[in-house]
């Protein structure tokens, strides 16, 4: 399933849809996963933390962003309740990575809606 461009647009992209992108993105799929950028802690990380997730804490987006990135990927960025996450997409876009896209609420809200087995903290 394609992104279309209103998709994008937001900044933000719920659980489901995300859920849904992923899914697609199987092997064996002709779609691309998004990047999914996790910029907590590493404690949060250790917490709890999503499969095939990139570890960049927010401290650290702005010196590795444009060498670890691609910015034609889309990018969902990740942390505990999603204002941080949000503080980095924007970011991400004004940068240049225009696919940048926030997971609303967070790991929490993904572990309320999705996925029980995420431990909340």
């Known amino acids: 399933m394609p992104d279309s461009p209103a998709s994008l647009a937001d900044p933000e992209i719920t659980p489901q849809a995300f859920l849904e992108l992923r899914s697609a993105a199987q092997p064996g799929s002709s779609a ?13 990380f250790q917490a709890a933390s999503l499969p095939d997730s990139l570890l960049m804490p927010m401290g650290d987006v702005s010196s590795r962003a444009h060498a670890e990135l691609d910015p034609d990927a889309h990018i969902v960025v990740l942390c505990h309740h999603g204002q941080r996450s949000l503080s980095v997409a924007m970011w991400l876009r004004a940068q240049g990575f225009e696919r940048a896209q926030s997971l609303a609420g967070g790991i929490d809200g993904w572990s309320r809606t999705i996925d029980p087995t995420v431990p909340r903290y």
Not at 32 to 44: F, G, K, T
């Open 32 to 44: 691309d996963a998004p990047v999914l950028l996790d910029v907590r802690e590493p404690w949060e």
